[in-house]
T-cell receptor, first 112, second 117 residues
């Protein structure tokens, strides 16, 4: 069964304390892996798409990497405004249908 | 460019009633997807529409239905509301449907918070 697991469920960091969030997946035929950020009371905001193992994407303090079994979202020197829930979604091989499998997210808090 | 707009932002309904939620996609986007988000289940896919046709459907009962208009705007309807339908309902638009087309991620609205009492 296709599954996406994110860890940890929650993480609290001090400002400037770098860390990584994990998204592990078991799907038949990965078509793409997406990272989103969701602030309280808002919809998810698109961050990155990764398509193949070894691919990396960067945006400000965030860097996403992909292997054959998992993806990491590295946060370098985080600031309080990076506090949010980070969601991972995997698009499995399902013909021409968009059917994303979502993780439950990692809630990140950054203390000033 | 205006983002995805969902109305209303909040709704309080009673069990047994029905509700209609509205979504206006980003201009030029013809694909609209609907999701239900709850703390325990995360994001659950409801359905996707492209050019007024339902392309894909999640595992929700028939009480959940949707449609898309010629201007790509979409509505979602839930009939005979149950307490378990309380959730954040999210709409997302994309420039293309399906998989395999790069640079076409989902763009979400801020959702409609539905509370069923």
């Amino acid at each position: 069964e296709d599954q996406v697991t994110q860890s940890p469920e929650a993480l609290r960091l001090q400002e400037g304390e770098s860390s990584s969030l994990n998204c592990s997946y078991t799907v038949s035929g990965l078509r793409g892996l997406f990272w989103y950020r969701q602030d309280p009371g808002k919809g998810p905001e698109f961050l990155f798409t990764l398509y193949s193992a070894g691919e990396e994407k960067e945006k400000e303090r965030l860097k996403a990497t992909l292997t054959k079994k998992e993806s990491f979202l590295h946060i370098t020197a985080p600031k309080p405004e990076d506090s949010a829930t980070y969601l991972c979604a995997v698009q499995a091989d399902a013909g021409n249908n968009r059917k994303l499998i979502w993780g439950l997210g990692t809630s990140l808090g950054v203390n000033p | 460019k205006a983002g995805v707009t969902q109305t209303p932002r909040y709704l309080i309904k009673t069990r047994g009633q029905q509700v209609t939620l509205s979504c206006s996609p980003i201009s030029g986007h013809r694909s609209v997807s609907w999701y239900q988000q709850t703390p325990g289940q995360g994001l659950q896919f409801l359905f996707e529409y492209f050019s007024e046709t339902q392309r894909n459907k999640g595992n929700f009962p028939g009480r959940f239905s949707g449609r898309q208009f010629s201007n790509s705007r979409s509505e979602m309807n839930v009939s005979t509301l149950e307490l378990g339908d309380s959730a954040l309902y999210l709409c997302a638009s994309s420039s293309s449907p399906g998989t395999g087309i790069k640079n076409s991620p989902l763009h979400f609205g801020n959702g409609t918070r539905l509370t069923v009492t």
